[in-house]
């Protein structure tokens, strides 16, 4: 079969089927505004955060603050970085620039300009 050109194959996307999450808003849509069963859980998760379990604790930092972005690449790709920075004081006319010796080399920057 030919596709013409600029036309998905595929135009719905895959289907992605998940069911314990469909199981769980038929559930919360069962209930109506009766949340109770829903606060029963929430309580417990919070009440095994407040006692020590880290996996209570994530699951509920990931929840409210996002989970913690993880970096693209890979590690010999990302290496470490340098930030350098250079300000103007009062009694040198020029912002102070370290070596560019000491910046390739890895180096600390020296105090010559």
Excluded: C
């Amino acid at each position: 079969m030919v596709f013409k050109p600029g036309t998905s194959g595929n135009p719905g996307g895959a289907r992605r089927t998940k069911p314990f999450y469909d199981a769980l808003r038929m559930e919360i849509a069962a209930a109506g505004e009766d949340h109770k069963a829903l606060r029963r859980v929430a309580r417990a998760l919070l009440e095994k955060a407040a006692a020590g379990d880290t996996a209570a604790i994530n699951a509920l930092a990931d929840r409210l603050d996002g989970k913690v972005p993880l970096p693209t690449g890979q590690s010999d790709e990302l290496g470490p970085q340098r930030l350098v920075v250079s300000w103007k004081t009062e009694s040198v006319t020029e912002p102070h620039r370290p070596s560019m010796a000491a910046l390739t080399s890895g180096g600390e920057p020296s105090d010559d300009p």
